[in-house]
């Protein structure tokens, strides 16, 4: 099976049993053309399995920031570092109301990095 991209409507991709007029396929022509899709491909896995993660209230490593909202809410407390390695956040989540117990998440570059559940 051949995926083509149409030459009528833009951005319309069709298949059929043929090869593809020239310029048409829809396949990535060199490595790097095959690598960006790869990590194009690979990201987006991530991203469906933490969106469901956030959905099951779990928190992942790679989780973006608003993912992590969504699995377990707002912080309780949150602390910003600074250092010549790069900026971390840290949020901290009370285990239950007057607890002194946590669980923290730690993000580098919009990610999460550790996760720490102390509960």
């Known amino acids: 099976m ?3 991209r149409s030459t009528a409507v833009p951005g319309q991709i069709y298949q059929q049993n043929t090869p593809c007029p020239p310029g048409t396929d829809t396949r990535p022509q060199t ?6 899709r790869q990590k ?3 990201e987006a896995a991530e991203r469906n399995e933490n969106d469901f993660a ?3 209230n779990q928190v992942r490593l790679g989780m973006t ?3 992590v909202l969504r699995a377990w809410g707002y912080p309780y407390r949150t602390k910003t570092d600074t250092s010549t390695s ?6 901290v989540y009370r285990c239950a109301p007057r607890s ?3 669980a923290s998440v730690r993000f580098r570059e919009g990610k999460a990095s550790n996760v720490h ?3």
């Open 86 to 91: 790069g900026t971390t956040i840290s949020w």
């Open 31 to 36: 490595r790097e053309e095959k690598r960006s």
């Open 100 to 102: 002194s117990r946590t």
């Open 117 to 119: 559940w102390g509960c």
């Open 65 to 67: 920031q608003e993912q």
């Open 40 to 42: 194009q491909e690979k």
């Open 54 to 56: 956030a959905m099951r």
């Open 2 to 4: 051949y995926e083509c």
